[in-house]
């Protein structure tokens, strides 16, 4: 009985966030992702500062740390 159901968290779920496909959906390259998050854990809020986006959206992209 895994919790969520099927398919929840997605392939390696609790791994590293695809920062590709993060990336793609916020607009930016990979490499302004990576930086702005720095190293783990991530600072989601500085983060969606560096970039110009809501931490909402950041959060959608990327997942909960």
């Given at each position: 009985?895994?919790?969520?159901?099927?398919?929840a968290?997605?392939?390696?779920?609790?791994?590293?966030?695809?920062?590709?496909?993060?990336?793609?959906?916020?607009?930016?390259?990979?490499?302004?992702?990576?930086?702005?998050?720095?190293?783990?854990?991530?600072?989601?809020?500085?983060?969606?500062?560096?970039?110009?986006?809501?931490?909402?959206?950041?959060?959608?992209?990327?997942?909960p740390p």
């Open positions: 009985p895994g919790a969520g159901g099927p398919g968290g997605g392939p390696g779920a609790g791994g590293p966030p695809d920062l590709a496909a993060a990336a793609a959906t916020l607009g930016v390259s990979v490499a302004e992702l990576a930086r702005a998050l720095g190293p783990p854990p991530p600072n989601l809020p500085a983060a969606a500062q560096i970039l110009g986006v809501s931490l909402a959206e950041l959060e959608a992209a990327v997942g």
